[in-house]
């Protein structure tokens, strides 16, 4: 069974950063993609940012520019930076790995954005 652990979640003001970790248990390099969601309270869960394993990635129009994917092979860690926070951020995040199997989700961590 593959664990995901996230870490990295916390309050922070308007404009400010955060780094998102998710560490696997699993070499990164057998995932077919891995992601991050979002659900905020009261929304359904969003696709923040998602990268293929031939390193394709893609971002939610309203993360562009502003949050970042990449991944540590040598760690099995797949990081999300979130640069120019704002309140419309706040959420819930959990990280998503895909295998030739099925998919498996982190417990998410908390962001908060508020001043």
Avoid: H
Avoid at 15 to 25: I, N, W
Avoid at 71 to 94: H, R, V
């Amino acid at each position: 069974q593959v664990q995901l652990v996230e870490s990295g979640g916390g309050l922070v003001q308007p404009g400010g950063s955060l780094r998102l970790s998710c560490a696997t248990s699993k070499k990164i390099f057998t995932f077919i993609s891995m992601s991050w969601y979002r659900q905020a309270p009261g929304q359904q869960r969003e696709l923040v940012a998602s990268m293929t394993g031939g390193g394709t990635t893609i971002y939610a129009s309203s993360v562009r520019g502003r949050f970042a994917l990449s991944t540590d092979g040598a760690e099995n860690t797949l990081y999300l930076d979130l640069n120019t926070l704002k309140p419309a951020d706040t959420a819930i995040y959990y990280c998503k790995t895909r295998d030739s199997e099925m998919d498996y989700w982190g417990q998410g961590t908390q962001v908060t954005v508020s001043s």
